[in-house]
């Protein structure tokens, strides 16, 4: 840590081995020791994203800690961030140069938008990402009870890969909460 104090694995490695204490305080009846512990997981996370708001790991074990402490709006937020990938925006004077797309600038993906060049975290340039991360988003809106929501991001998921099973079990498992509750209409999920 001494010799490279912004190296972005480092803190995202430190940041798992705070997840996987508060994990094991947890396990064993220390709810506070495991709080002290996710506290310091964010922190490391946090500093992560700062240095580099590229890498979707960083998002995802985020993302974990606040569903871990059911605060799933702020799971929600962090998803969405890793969709719309706003600390990677290049100036679009840059992203209109052909030559600067397809050599410094592409190491992100680009997608033309509208007549915009836009980069996205998940899209078509990656269909299982794109599935993992609105399922995990849709999981997020289910617990926190916005249940017409998490239908739509479930079956975004389902668009970019159609056979994901933990999005299609999991939009099964919304539509009968959502029966039961007379929250939503059930529309039969094509196999």
Not at 15 to 28: E, I, K, V
Not at 71 to 95: F, I
Request: hydrophobic letters at 35%.
């Amino acid at each position: 840590r001494q010799l490279a104090p912004n190296y972005v694995q480092m803190h995202h490695q430190i940041g798992n081995l705070h997840l996987r204490r508060a994990q094991w305080a947890s396990d064993n009846g220390h709810p506070e020791e495991s709080d002290k512990y996710l506290d310091m997981a964010l922190t490391r996370f946090k500093l992560y994203h700062q240095l580099d708001p590229v890498v979707p790991a960083n998002y995802y074990r985020t993302a974990q800690i606040y569903m871990i402490r059911k605060q799933y709006d702020k799971a929600v937020e962090t998803y969405q961030a890793l969709m719309d990938a706003p600390g990677c925006v290049v100036d679009p004077a840059l992203l209109n140069k052909p030559g600067l797309r397809k050599t410094i600038l592409s190491y992100q993906g680009y997608t033309e938008e509208n007549g915009v060049w836009a980069h996205h975290h998940v899209g078509p340039i990656n269909p299982r990402e794109s599935a993992e991360a609105y399922t995990s988003m849709a999981n997020a809106l289910f617990m926190g009870e916005r249940l017409s929501e998490a239908e739509v991001a479930y079956r975004k998921a389902l668009s970019y890969d159609q056979n994901f099973e933990m999005a299609k079990k999991n939009l099964e498992v919304t539509y009968r909460k959502a029966q039961g509750e007379n929250r939503l209409k059930q529309v039969k999920i094509d196999d």
